[in-house]
């Protein structure tokens, strides 16, 4: 049995006669794959003034335009093509879906509108003519168009730098890597059509199984939760990441995001900001450790200066240290891990990294004691003196130090001196000053006042001198007990000399080291003040050879 008709209607609106059908397929592609496309309909068809069951005659054809425009002033609503037939192998909707509306036109007819209305309607459908899903052009896609593009440059050094430490380990300071990469799509609207019961298409409910913005939006957040991979731009004419930066990068931290998205175009843009950093060289005995624990740029520099009044080498060292947050790529681009922020990598660097493997020294000691020493422009040591025999070993105990933090830019700056001079005889001692006096034996004489006698006194030796004596100062400062706070109303002042130094193994040695047969300790006096922790001692000996 044949087919004994053919309807097509879109939503409510039902074509009579039915219009001839054109078929045509677009895609979209880029250079390696379909991302998306639409199947475009074109109806071909007449109105007449008693399609629809109208009279004859103009008046009623362009009510019957009107009519068709008012049921193909909606997008995305229920349009299909049946065959009519008694028999079920040639009976069944060939064609069914909720498309776009793209142009209604209207061509000239021999009667000038009076009795014909010919009219040429393109109907979209995007990413599949049937039912949605049934001839996906691109799966799961869905895209207009996208791009996901990148831009590579150094930060800092465009070259490798090292510094030696007096442990023999280089610490490396090279360049960053920054990565920059846009990622965008523009989506394109996806027409509900799902199955019923019978397994046929059931319109109800929303138009639109995806809007245009969701693929777009859809897309960009799965691109935007990875990393950049390095292996992309990976090559010896290129970029060699291994041969001309050390030993590699860590893994990307992400610090910064911009987003920008457009819901009536269907676009979405996201633009992050990566930062890799080098792995080559250590900050630690062992190697490739901490560079890409903590997410900084280390930068430094060096004063140095002699004092020849007093015999000493002062080594300044001047650096600032810049953190960068890591956003999650997963949680938001806003998110920071506890403890990740710019502020936190450059605190945690400076504590953990610097301060607790006694790098600042290392950096310092090393132009201190190593002629040869070559900085980053390759200039020699200007001091070459200081590698003599009778060179004073760098004091480990910095003189000054100070470190300014700016929270909001994730920045730390900081200033530490070093010189020759000895440390404190004590621990837990800030600083100290001792001074040693000694006074020799000198002759004993009598002097005796003779009456008119113009030329003075009568002075004769008595054949002996006088014992020799030895004065010994102390000031020290140390933390005070109290913190240099003590509480309001409380009773907690400290009391005698608690917190006070004790320098009695001191002052016995310097006792010991008295040449004498008889050694007297004549005074021996100290003072404390604990809201400052200042200290004095005062001590005074007399003694005589034997």
Not at 79 to 92: H, M, V, Y
Not at 119 to 147: C, K, M
Not at 326 to 343: K, P, R
Request: hydrophobic share 35%.
């Amino acid at each position: 049995m044949t087919t004994s008709g053919v309807t097509a209607s879109y939503g409510s609106y039902r074509f009579k006669p039915v219009p001839l059908a054109t078929m045509a397929v677009e895609h979209f592609k880029t250079a390696s794959r379909t991302i998306g496309g639409y199947y475009s309909l074109t109806l071909n068809g007449t109105l007449y003034p008693k399609s629809t069951g109208g009279g004859e005659g103009a008046k009623n054809l362009f009510e019957e335009k009107n009519r068709f425009l008012s049921g193909l002033n909606v997008d995305y609503d229920e349009f299909l093509i049946n065959f009519e037939s008694a028999s079920p192998t040639c009976a069944g909707t060939s064609v069914y879906g909720r498309p776009r509306v793209r142009s209604v036109s209207f061509a000239e007819s021999p009667d000038n509108w009076t009795d014909r209305m010919p009219y040429t309607i393109e109907l979209e459908f995007t990413s599949s003519s049937i039912t949605g899903v049934a001839d996906y052009i691109a799966e799961d896609l869905n895209l207009e168009s996208l791009t996901t593009d990148y831009s590579v440059s150094f930060v800092g050094p465009t070259t490798a730098g090292y510094w030696g430490t007096t442990s023999g380990i280089q610490q490396y300071f090279g360049p960053k890597l920054q990565v920059q990469r846009n990622i965008s799509a523009k989506g394109l609207n996806l027409g509900l059509a799902t199955y019923n019961t019978a397994g046929m298409p059931d319109y109800s409910g929303a138009v639109l199984e995806k809007t245009a913005y969701d693929s777009a939006l859809e897309y960009v957040g799965t691109v935007a939760t990875g990393a950049p991979d390095l292996g992309l731009f990976t090559n010896s004419n290129v970029l060699d990441v291994s041969g001309t930066i050390g030993s590699g990068f860590a893994s990307a931290a992400l610090t910064s995001r911009d987003i920008s998205a457009s819901q009536e175009e269907g676009t979405v843009s996201v633009n992050d900001t990566f930062m890799f950093f080098p792995l080559g060289g250590s900050l630690t005995g062992a190697a490739n450790t901490l560079a890409p624990t903590h997410k900084v740029a280390d930068t430094f520099s060096f004063d140095i200066s002699d004092s020849e009044s007093e015999g000493t080498t002062t080594i300044a060292l001047n650096g600032s240290i810049q953190g960068y947050t890591s956003y999650s790529l997963t949680e938001g681009f806003m998110n920071a891990a506890e403890g990740n922020t710019a502020i936190d990598e450059a605190k945690n660097y400076l504590t953990l990294g610097l301060m607790g493997d006694n790098q600042l020294f290392e950096r310092a000691n090393y132009l201190y004691t190593d002629a040869s020493t070559t900085g980053f422009n390759g200039a020699r040591n200007p001091f070459p003196v200081y590698t003599n025999d009778y060179q004073l070993a760098l004091n480990p105990r910095p003189i000054s130090k100070s470190f300014g933090y700016n929270i909001a830019d994730g920045t730390i700056s900081y200033a530490v001196s070093y010189n020759n001079k000895s440390g404190p005889c004590l621990t837990g001692v800030i600083s100290e000053s001792i001074n040693m006096t000694r006074n020799r034996a000198i002759p004993v004489i009598a002097s005796q006042v003779v009456l008119g006698r113009a030329n003075g006194p009568v002075l004769q030796a008595l054949g002996t001198v006088t014992a020799k004596s030895q004065d010994m100062s102390i000031e020290a400062v140390v933390v005070p007990p109290s913190g240099g706070v003590l509480p309001i109303g409380g009773n907690a002042c400290p009391l005698n000399f608690e917190g006070a130094p004790d320098y009695e193994s001191v002052v016995l040695a310097a006792e010991y080291s008295i040449s004498g047969g008889a050694i007297f300790r004549t005074s021996d006096n100290e003072t404390f003040d604990p809201k400052i922790g200042r200290y004095t001692r005062s001590i005074s000996w007399t003694y005589t050879p034997c």
